[in-house]
């Protein structure tokens, strides 16, 4: 077992005689929380970071108008009223949906939420001639609601989007926006970097202090419009901590409460030392994304077929001891939209190597690609462990990986430019490593393989076309029957599956750890996690 080794930050080390002294005054209840990202997510509205970052200063700070439900772990979580108490598609006219807002909700700056508020935040991300407009958060943002075509207030109350095309999974792409207020900008001279600092949003946590590189607090809103959802704790620190060992030294040593993605090979010494490990189904699955564009060293089928065969999954997990599960596809074999793929993804090394010779490559021949990876971060798992494994498995069939390895946010920035990007093609970048959500229909499958939404409209990275899956899609997006619907989903993860679209690794279990001071912490089945669930001694 690795020895925790890693030293702390000063301003860590002096962290909790600080909040002794704070508590004191205030007899607050306090959750130190090491995430293990680089930085504090954006705290404007529209968190950047990725999908992680939502629960840190997305969801807690904002609300969305349809939200997930993630403050249930025993079940799939599923859509559930946000801002909008209610929506529905006009029947006469299905790309217009119309949704019925709260009455009464306040901002934390004392302003209500109305339509014209839900329209101006449409406005913020994706009309840039708009003074409010904020490219940093559109970067955020504009990928994940890729249907919006346009908006209108309708009265006090009630907001009408239209889409680009008929489209039933639309609903799903709203958990992702997040509403923030209009007043406070405005109070803060129209600046978003003051409004980083004092930001103002409708949810059950605000901010009290920002540190970047260092900490945010966000405090309990007392005054929350959701009593269901009230925040058990009333001061929750956010330190970013991306190392894993250093993140597990400031959890041993009393420095933090609770930590994400504790490193395996510490875990016997956390539990041996009374330390609580979390974790649960999570529908995230941790690939490389090919380029199939012209000129992609992952162009033929049997390169993609061999790299998959080439990875001992089950080793990988032991290697994360145990804290995920073997991927066969980019689903979990259990849901309903896996199907029955023709190809078997396993280990068959011998198998593996018969596909790269037939394409004319060896051990000694290899075939060279480029792949972009983080550091580390939400989402990427043990990263650099990881990729480094796939290298050497990969290597054994004949294929070289070269690693560009960035930091998250960079990532993410080479994603949503897409493979044909100069940033990427230009650099002979073929392959991304990017941990996916995979909890609905879009997120999971149609969002990877319409080729409307090829990037940078949308994020299908790799640039596939297939005018077979476009159809299916179109008729899922026009049928709101949902068997019909998990029917065509089926198919098109088959169809993924037997392309070997990407190099299916692992899904995640998203692991925490937790001192015995935390009470009470719910794991959702999902990549969105409720911090209003903490609740400490």
């Known amino acids: 077992m690795q020895s925790v080794h890693k030293q702390l930050p000063r301003w860590l080390v002096a962290l909790p005689m600080a909040l002794l002294l704070h508590s004191g005054l205030h007899a607050e209840t306090v959750a130190r929380y090491g995430i293990s990202m680089a930085d504090i997510p954006l705290t404007t509205g529209q968190p950047d970071r990725g999908a992680g970052a939502y629960q840190f200063t997305g969801h807690t700070l904002y609300d969305p108008l349809v939200a997930w439900e993630a403050n249930i772990g025993t079940r799939p979580g599923k859509l559930v009223p946000g801002l909008a108490s209610a929506w529905k598609v006009d029947a006469k006219d299905n790309k217009k949906w119309l949704f019925t807002l709260r009455k009464g909700v306040k901002f934390h700056d004392g302003s209500e939420l109305k339509a014209d508020a839900v329209v101006w935040n449409l406005d913020k991300v994706l009309a840039d001639k708009s003074p409010q407009f904020d490219a940093k958060q559109s ?38 926006f997040l509403i923030s207020s209009p007043a406070q900008w405005e109070k803060l001279g129209r ?48 330190m970013p901590i991306p190392d894993a060992m250093t993140r597990a030294n400031a959890l041993l040593n009393g420095q933090v409460d609770i930590i994400e993605t504790p490193p395996p090979d510490v875990l016997p010494q956390l ?67 896996f199907g029955k793929p023709s190809f078997k993804i ?115 990275w790799g640039g596939y076309n297939n005018p077979k899956v476009d159809g299916a899609i179109d008729t899922i997006r026009k049928n709101f029957d949902t068997k019909i619907q998990d029917k065509l989903l089926a198919e098109i993860h088959e169809t993924m599956v037997d392309e070997s679209l990407m190099l299916w690794v692992v899904h995640d279990v998203n692991p925490h750890a937790m001192s015995p001071k935390v009470q009470e912490f719910v794991q959702a089945q999902h990549w969105f996690q409720d911090l209003t669930t903490i609740r400490m001694k």
């Open 191 to 238: 600046d978003w970097s003051k409004l980083a600092t004092q930001p103002s949003g409708t949810g059950p946590f605000k901010l009290d202090k920002l540190v970047p590189r260092e900490r945010a607090e966000l405090v309990k809103n007392a005054a929350y419009w959701d009593k269901t959802r009230m925040a058990k704790t009333d001061r929750i620190i956010l």
């Open 346 to 460: 396993g280990y068959d090394v011998k198998t593996a190597k018969a596909l790269m010779a037939q394409a004319g490559y060896s051990p000694a021949k290899p075939l060279k690609a480029k792949v972009i990876i983080a550091q580390g971060g939400t989402g990427q798992m043990l990263s650099l462990p990881m990729n480094e494994f796939i290298q050497q498995s990969l290597a054994e069939v004949g294929i070289q990986l070269e690693f560009e390895v960035v930091e998250l946010e960079n990532l993410y920035l080479h994603w949503r430019n897409g493979a044909k990007a100069e940033m990427n093609a230009g650099k002979g970048i073929s392959a991304i490593n990017l941990g996916y959500v995979t909890a609905d229909p879009f997120y999971a499958i149609t969002r990877f393989v319409d080729s409307r939404y090829i990037a940078p409209n949308g994020v299908n």
């Open 271 to 337: 539990k041996s030392s009374g330390f609580k490990l979390v974790q649960n189904v999570t529908p995230h699955v941790w690939p490389y994304h090919f380029s199939t564009l012209p000129g992609s060293p992952w162009t033929d089928i049997r390169v993609r077929k061999a790299a998959n065969l080439a990875i001992d999954r089950e080793a990988i997990v032991k290697l994360l001891n145990g804290l995920a599960t073997p991927a066969k596809g980019q689903l979990d074999s259990t849901s309903p939209w």
């Open 139 to 176: 970067a955020q943002v504009r990928p994940r609601i890729p249907s919006i075509a346009s908006y209108r207030v309708v009265d006090e109350y009630t907001v009408e989007i239209t889409t680009k095309d008929v489209d039933a999974l639309f609903p799903y792409q709203l958990p992702w």
